[in-house]
């Protein structure tokens, strides 16, 4: 499917330098995609291409930033004071805000919300990342090769959503880069 040779070389194409820790993370639990059914060529790409973004070109499993901007975040049911540092982004596609740790973590058996660093495991985040884009459906637009969907998606919330991702143009560049690094035909690992 991808080994941690291709990671590196789309990090590489973006200039720049992965941490081999998130690159091995992701890697040892590839197999989470493949049970999640992003095992397209095109899926695994576009999957992989928000990943690069997400975590920085491979380098962290947490946001840099405090989370104090997220505070008093309804829409991301934060709600109690602290909430926004507790809950900042964590994982592959940094879960953020009370109400995903909650969702996610009660779907996955964990209790997110009294550890929610648990998020940024590479194991539990990998599972999350595939729960997150089978709820938003996004193998559909992968097939499609619709980035801007997909990038809306994994940062808006919404495939369909009127404003643009955060750095959406980079997300489309990667992307073109990571599907030529997972060529067609590739045989799921």
Known sequence: MFTADDLTRLAKACGAKPNAAVVAGIVENRSYLTYGGINTPASVAEFLAQ?????DYFRVLEEYASGKAYEDRKDL????AGDGVKFKGRGIFQCT?????????????LDLLKEPKL????DISARIAVMY???KGL??????????AISRAINRGN???KSPANHEADRIKI????????KPGAKPA
């Open 139 to 148: 193998n559909e637009y992968a097939d499609r090769g619709d980035t801007k």
């Open 133 to 135: 884009w089978n709820d």
């Open 77 to 80: 049911g934060n709600v109690v």
């Open 175 to 182: 992307a073109k880069l990571a599907r030529e690094i997972i």
């Open 97 to 109: 805000g009370r109400d995903n740790y909650e969702r996610y973590g009660r779907r996955l058996g």
């Open 159 to 161: 495939p369909k959503a």
């Open 51 to 55: 990943a690069c973004l997400e975590t």
């Open 119 to 122: 998020a940024a495991r590479p």
